[in-house]
RNA sequence: GCCCGGGUGGUGGAAUGGUAUACACGCAGGACUUAAAAUCCUGUGACGGUAACGUCUUGUGGGUUCGAGUCCCACCCCGGGCACCA
């Protein structure tokens, strides 16, 4: 008997695959094109692992699929090769980056072909390839010609154990979210992006594209757009006026103080005239020393300064005390808030602190009479207002409106729209990553690297050690640091910052299009043929890092023309998330934990086609599932089965019952593959298999090479040896049985099931259902009072 | 606190408002074997019954419906994201 043996088969496969180019998509071709992508992969050193598979498997599913379907597929496959693992391993072992680099993604690549997934290696890109980064810092460049990229003195996340600033995005629970050190605030001059300027574009564009809604809620969030209005309120005594940022005017009446915050302009600005400016510099001093995480750790409490200043209120001539406090915030708005206790939590928390008057300025439908009311949680209600004046009586919304529009027209104010979303901090301090492209000069100040010179190749260094003053490693290198400035020749400094390992994936999809391209960064023509991007899986993790920041520079490039304007504003067209793999009993599959499970050790011992089929069979795609190393044999089982049957019972002529049985496979495995609904894609197939495997006859030829077809995508290797020649995805016809099974039911619980011809109508169905020994005890002595009939399906008998 | 998901056998999971537990793993029994592995066959939600069959069962409690895992309301629990955002 012949033996199911995947190691012989699957290599003699991937080596006829790999060097005839049969996965290489053409940049002009009679098909339609479609671009299928996953998010490339940061090639460690411990190599991929079973969880990181997943997702390129299930994109292989249908990249192969659309190939047999007509479309000239582009599935490329990459490496974002800068970042700190690697240079941490270099920084031990004193091995260059690049040298590094260059084994793992060797690794990675060996790895990927042994599960025969179908890239397009003559695309492979490398962002650490000065051929790459060359047009990654082009996009700087450009940047900063359209003032988009701008240095400034600001107060960023700092993490003391990497040395390394990081973007706001990168901090989690206020702990750098790759060594989980608790992050620290210092002040430095870095490079900023305004994407901020994006903010609403990147809000409204995600309505032309189909993202799943839990991506673009979470965008949106990350957003955080709210509109309000800048009130203006003149400083007592003073000719200075302070201007506060509200969503929610209506409650103004009720606004009993002001809290600016410590690290924020005013205080800055203002502190030496404050006639309590001992007390206040004391509390900024305190509070700035305090990591953010153990500000907000220590709960809600309020605490705060008086700065001994007054604003007035216009609407009823009050004065209110400004106050420091530091659950204000530096960065929103304008750094200042006006306290509104008896209808905000913080604020009354704040007064309480403080002893500050109360004010209820809005009534409830239920005319609560309590202390405090949270208007955001009467805003999807209603609310009435009170002691305020014009307002008194009028709707919170309606109040809302009418007070925007008077302290407008009375020039007390102006509307004003807020982001959460802050300016990108765009610079790092370490060695592996890409040279920002600038100069500084005494005369000329900021100065861009001419094209013609770029790429700013990172420098040959024997140590690559971040600092502790905060300063690139590459500062030291005065050979690097000292150049002539391109404008006026004298001496000038190169910045010696490098970019966020965001930086090379921002675009790295447009590179796919033209990847040997050295005039720039990809053809127009070709960018018009492929972009944009059909079908965009990743992690969800990306949501408001890669996915956002990509979003933000496709629309910056095309803005600039450096793109075709005809591939439209939005660079992926469909994006889909995968669940994460954990490891066997629910927890996080880790290195450290030592529950990794090695694609290799599955491959060798069960198959390539098996590791793939039981990847895509063990749950639904895009949710977090267990390993299981033991549920691995139904997937080489079911390969088994089919490898016994295509060689054994090859009929004349198919059987009617597997014949009909196989287009209803074929109709669910087809539409289940373009819902990511593989795993009952694969239970179809199976139980397919166990009908012909319990079959007297079998398949004929014909329908052997059609289930070959479907089952090609999840086992390619598996169905090229059983002779699959088919290059078509076959059709399914939409059959209506001879037979149906009809389900008697009385008062809705099932009695009885039986078969009979299909298209009865309801009194036929009647005659054959109603005097049964099964139903029959069911209606004795009882009155039918309806039924229910559904055709092919049902009847209900109602007593 | 706010915004998303989710809760179904021993396990992973399946189910356009219409047969709940497909498919797979595991387990039990049997066949083959000197024996074991592999393979094949049978059974496998719970309770009662020799059985036919009946009753109960999709986190909890209500509701809509001829009929609810699926829709509505309230609550409990789990996962993810945001979080003193004015």
Redesign the pocket.
């Known amino acids: 008997m012949i033996k199911y043996n995947p190691a012989k088969i699957e290599k003699k496969w991937q080596k006829r695959w790999f060097t005839s180019g049969v996965f290489e998509a053409k940049n002009s071709s009679k098909k339609p094109k479609y671009y299928l992508l996953d998010e490339f992969p940061y090639p460690s050193g411990d190599g991929l692992h079973v969880g990181h598979c997943r997702p390129y498997i299930g994109l292989d599913v249908i990249a192969r699929k659309r190939r047999m379907q007509g479309f000239n597929v582009l599935y490329p496959m990459g490496w974002d090769a800068f970042g700190l693992p690697t240079e941490n391993y270099a920084i031990k072992k004193g091995v260059h980056p690049a040298i590094v680099t260059k084994k793992n993604t060797a690794n990675f690549k060996k790895q990927m072909k042994n599960l025969g997934l179908s890239f397009d290696w003559s695309r492979e890109i490398n962002t650490t390839d000065p051929k790459y980064y060359t047009w990654t810092q082009w996009i700087f460049i450009k940047l900063f010609e359209a003032g988009m990229a701008y240095k400034d003195k600001i107060n960023i996340n700092w993490c003391p154990k990497d040395k390394t600033g990081l973007a ?2 990168e901090v ?2 206020g702990c750098c979210e790759r060594c989980g050190t608790k992050v620290e605030k210092r002040e430095k001059s870095q490079w900023l992006i305004k994407i901020t300027k994006y903010a609403d574009r990147l809000i409204e564009d995600l309505s032309n594209v189909d993202y799943p ?2 991506v673009k ?2 965008q949106i ?2 957003i ?1 757009r ?1 509109e ?1 209005i800048n009130i203006d309120y003149q400083i007592e005594n003073s000719k200075k006026v302070i201007s506060v ?4 005017p209506d409650t103004n009446f009720g606004a009993t103080f002001l809290v600016v ?1 410590p690290d924020g302009k005013f205080v800055k600005e203002n502190v030496e005239e404050f006639p309590e400016k001992e007390k206040v510099r004391a509390y900024v001093k305190e509070s700035l020393a305090k990591p953010e995480i153990d ?2 750790a ?1 709960g ?1 409490k ?1 605490t705060g300064v008086p700065t001994g200043w007054y604003a007035i209120n216009n609407l009823n001539g009050k004065k209110m005390p400004i106050y420091v406090g ?5 960065q ?7 306290g509104v206790p008896g209808h ?1 939590v ?1 604020d009354f928390e704040f007064a309480k602190a403080m002893g500050l008057e109360i004010i209820r300025v809005v009534v409830g439908p239920d005319g609560d009479k309590s202390e405090i009311t949270d208007v955001k949680q009467v805003q999807e209600e209603k609310g009435t207002m009170i002691n305020s004046g014009f307002l008194d009586g009028r709707d919170i919304h309606e109040a809302t409106k009418v007070i925007m529009d008077h302290i407008v027209e009375k020039g007390w104010g102006k509307k004003i729209v ?1 982001y ?1 979303l802050r300016d990108w901090v765009f610079s790092r301090q370490h060695y592996w990553g890409e040279p920002i492209p600038m100069i500084y000069c005494a005369a000329c100040g900021w100065v861009t690297v001419p094209e013609k010179d770029l790429p700013v190749a990172l420098p040959k260094v024997t140590k690559y050690q971040p600092t502790d003053d905060g300063e690139s490693p590459l500062s030291a290198i005065e050979k690097f640091v000292n150049t002539k400035c391109p404008k006026c020749g004298g001496a000038a400094k190169r910045e010696t910052d490098t970019m966020p390992n965001w930086a090379g994936s921002n675009w790295y999809f447009l590179r796919y299009t033209d990847p040997k391209n050295n005039k720039s960064l990809a053809d127009e023509k070709v960018l018009k043929y492929w972009m944009p991007v059909d079908w965009y899986n990743g992690g ?2 990306h949501t ?1 890092l890669h996915l956002l920041y990509s979003r933000f520079i496709f629309k910056f490039l095309w803005d600039i023309g450096a793109l075709p304007k005809e591939i439209g504003n939005e660079p992926y067209k469909k994006r889909t998330s995968h669940g994460i793999v954990l490891a066997e009993g629910g927890v996080k599959m880790s290195k450290s934990k030592g529950n990794v499970i090695n694609p290799d050790d599955v491959v060798k011992e069960y198959g390539a086609d098996t590791l793939r089929v039981y990847e895509m ?4 795609f895009e ?4 390993w ?1 190393t ?2 691995i ?3 080489r ?2 390969l ?2 089919i490898y016994i049957l295509a060689n054994k019972k090859v009929a004349t002529k198919s059987s009617q019952d597997l014949a009909l049985a196989l287009n209803k496979t074929i109709k669910k495995v087809s539409e289940d593959i373009e819902l990511m ?1 593989f ?2 894609a ?2 179809a197939m ?2 397919f298999v ?1 009908e012909w ?2 079959s007297e006859t079998g398949l004929d030829k014909k329908d052997l090479q059609k289930f070959l077809t479907i089952l090609s995508p999840f086992a390619p290797h598996l169905a090229a040896e059983l002779g699959l020649k088919e290059r078509t995805w076959p059709t399914y016809a939409e059959i209506q049985e001879a037979t149906v ?1 009809m ?1 008697v ?1 009385v ?5 009885d ?1 039986m078969e009979m011809k299909s298209g009865l109508d309801q009194s036929q169905v009647e005659g054959l259902v109603l005097h049964t020994p099964k139903i029959k005890p069911w209606l004795e002595g009882k009155q039918v009072k ?1 039924i ?1 009939f ?1 055709l092919n ?2 009847i ?1 008998i ?1 007593v």
Not at 326 to 330: A, E, I, T, Y
Not at 623 to 626: A, F, G, K, T, V
């Open positions: 706001n995005e989690i629970n809604a839990r809620d979470q969030n990350w955080g709210s309000g940022f509200t969503t929610r915050a500000r907000t220590e809600k309020k530091d659950f204000v915030l530096g929103f708005g304008t750094g200042c808030v006006v905000d913080r807020n959460k969800m993790e408001t069979f063990m749950g639904p949710q977090m599932i267990p299981d033991k549920g044999v139904g997937a089982r079911f088994e089965k609904k795993n009952t694969i239970s199976m139980s166990n495997y319990s099974m389900i039911s008062n809705g619980k099932v009695r099931k309806k229910i559904v399906k049902l209900n109602v």
